[in-house]
């Protein structure tokens, strides 16, 4: 989730379970730890620009490192807030363990990919329930939160964890139900696919990516669930296959183990961006879902050298154009 909506979440735990601390200073300790793992993207190299790809969402957010990470935030923030607001050392602990429990299982509750279970496992974990950014998510848990604060009522604080809960719940009923719209769409074609995977779109549960994998291709198309279900089916796209694609390109060579690095971020969904193109993009992600737009792509260089990286692009479009395409396919009675 985005930033602030973490820190939101991690004040709301601690509003509503710890008794020792005001409402006020439970939320704020909860707020200040839960945006902490997110420090994460520190971790990066001039040299190397996949390394922060690797580490965000990795170590910070395993589930075994967040009493240690409560720990960290705890000893840094007793002597500027729990101490000066009368809290012992173990209260100020709790506040900020609570707060930084919230953010590893709500990441993994988006589309990116979180590794809860790091090192015992590398798999990113993405339940694809909600957005990283919704404000009917976050809004209602904000005032909640805040209204916690101002009034020292900690049933607020748990109400807006009750919102928050059933938001998701809803998230995952939508997303079974975007994966049977999906399904049909691929059955309709003549495909049999092993699974069909569905992501939310922008900043709402209702308009949904559906990707499958069938006869050698990625199919992309946007479903609507809800009161007025809809398949707007959209583009397919050859799935990545490095000695068609690429032949030129030397298995041992560092550009080979960067593309293998990107597969692995991307859970396997690569296409080469554009036909005869040496750029690959992981086609999870578009602002229209039924485009292939990718946000980020891995572009390599035929001419380079045998230890060189491949260089990491992000690409932000033109949302001037896109959310009027999002729009309609969010609010039109068809595609």
């Known amino acids: 989730m985005d930033p602030l909506t973490q820190g939101l ?26 945006m902490t793992p997110d420090l994460d993207v520190l971790v990066r190299s001039s040299e190397d620009p996949l390394l922060f790809l690797e580490y965000h969402r ?8 967040i009493p240690f990470g409560g720990a960290a935030c705890a000893l840094l923030l007793h002597p500027l807030i729990g101490r000066r607001r009368g809290l012992s050392p173990l209260t100020t602990w709790l506040c900020c363990t609570l707060g930084y429990a919230t953010h590893a299982p709500l990441d993994a509750c988006t589309t990116y990919g ?12 993405a339940w694809n329930v909600v957005s990283i950014i919704d404000p009917l998510f976050s809004l209602p848990l904000a005032l909640a939160v805040l209204l916690a604060a101002v009034t020292g009522r ?19 009923f939508q997303r079974e139900e975007a994966r049977a719209l999906g399904e049909a769409l691929a059955r309709e074609r ?13 900043a709402n549960i ?20 809800g009161w007025a279900p ?38 396997g969904y690569v296409a080469l961006a554009v036909p005869g193109a040496a750029r690959v993009a992981d086609i999870r992600y578009s602002l229209v879902p ?28 033109d949302p001037r154009s896109a959310l009027p395409r999002l729009w309609r396919l969010l609010r039109a009675p068809g595609c």
Do not use: M
């Open 290 to 317: 039924n485009e292939i737009d990718p946000l980020w792509s891995l572009a390599l260089d035929r001419s380079a050298e045998p230890g060189a990286h491949a260089s990491y692009e992000v690409h932000r479009g």
């Open 230 to 267: 809809l398949q707007c089916p959209g583009e397919s796209i050859p799935v990545l296959d490095l000695p068609r694609d690429l032949p030129w390109l030397d298995p041992a060579s560092q550009q080979a183990r960067d593309v293998a690095r990107f597969r692995w971020f991307s859970a």
């Open 58 to 65: 990795q170590f910070t957010h395993s589930l075994v490192i």
């Open 190 to 202: 003549g495909h049999a696919p092993g699974r069909v995977e569905a992501k939310p779109s922008f």
């Open 9 to 34: 979440a991690g004040a709301a735990l601690p509003q509503a379970a710890q008794r020792r601390a005001g409402a006020a200073t439970a939320g704020l300790l909860g707020f200040l730890a839960a």
């Open 206 to 225: 209702l308009l949904w990516k559906t990707i499958y994998r069938a006869e050698g291709r990625f199919f992309v198309d946007a479903v609507r669930t």
């Open 114 to 125: 979180t590794q809860l279970f790091w090192p015992f496992s590398d798999v990113r974990i």
């Open 154 to 172: 900690r049933a607020l604080a748990a109400a807006g964890l009750c919102w928050a809960l059933a938001y998701l719940g809803l998230g995952l």
